[in-house]
């Protein structure tokens, strides 16, 4: 008895097995659309975060104001554009970007645009400078948001000679949102779709900025290497490892 006993246990095994994400719940999926549903990959992405630059204009750091004598609000400068130090001021407009609040998101955008406009020379070196605001606004995934930020990125590429150039080494932090969003356009039927007049049309504005980029981006870059950012990437780490390997 005890000598078949102790076989018995010897003789037994267990088998345990870890079901992988996705096995224990069984669901029948709906093919692609589901998958970015589960994802939520379109789904906005802003905080209550205070930026960089609502901090310096509540502390009274910036040299602007709202000004609204006339019919129209307008940006008023406590001292002009062109004398001021961009390589403090231009990216801490650009991190206004992100703002959802007024007088901060007016504020911010119009003093981005007369940043630029009034600039020339002094854009370039800031540019390295200007990347992590528009990558951080573009990351929100907010609509009102993306919009103005591929707005100012197509007048930043434009503002000043060889921006376009110089901000080519950068598209890797800047297409992979471009590329999720880039085929987004409103399904509305038969109904006038207004945010076309407004140039608010996230599709259209992605595919604007990527043909500013490529015409203004040198020899450097290709619309292939703008529309397919990840193979790109892919292909260039590729050709590293072989090299490596050789």
Request: hydrophobic content about 35%.
């Amino acid at each position: 008895g005890v000598s078949r006993a102790r076989r018995c246990v010897e003789e037994t095994c267990f088998f345990f097995f870890q079901a992988e994400d996705g096995i224990r719940d069984f669901c029948l999926s709906r093919g692609l659309g589901d998958v970015y549903k589960r994802q939520k990959i379109y789904q906005s992405a802003v905080t209550n975060e205070s930026t960089l630059f609502k901090k310096y204009y509540d502390r009274g750091d910036l040299p602007v104001s709202v000004d609204f004598s006339g019919a129209q609000r307008k940006l008023s400068w406590k001292l002009k554009p062109e004398v001021l130090d961009y390589h403090l001021y231009l990216p801490i407009f650009f991190e206004g970007l992100r703002e959802t609040q007024e007088p901060y998101r007016f504020l911010a955008n119009r003093g981005c645009d007369e940043l630029l406009e009034q600039g020339g020379p002094k854009i370039l070196p800031v540019l390295p400078q200007l990347i992590i605001p528009l990558k951080k606004a573009l990351s929100t995934k907010d609509h009102e948001i993306m919009c103005a930020t591929l707005k100012k990125i197509q007048k930043l590429i434009q503002s000043a000679d060889m921006i376009g150039e110089a901000l080519v080494p950068y598209y890797r932090q800047l297409l992979p949102t471009f590329n999720i969003f880039k085929g987004k356009r409103l399904n509305i039927g038969d109904k006038v779709d207004y945010s076309q007049r407004k140039n608010e049309n996230l599709g259209d504005l992605i595919q604007q900025t990527l043909e500013v980029m490529e015409k203004h981006g040198g020899e450097a870059v290709s619309y292939t290497h703008l529309t397919l950012p990840t193979i790109y990437s892919v292909q260039i780490s590729v050709v590293a490892v072989s090299f490596k390997k050789k």
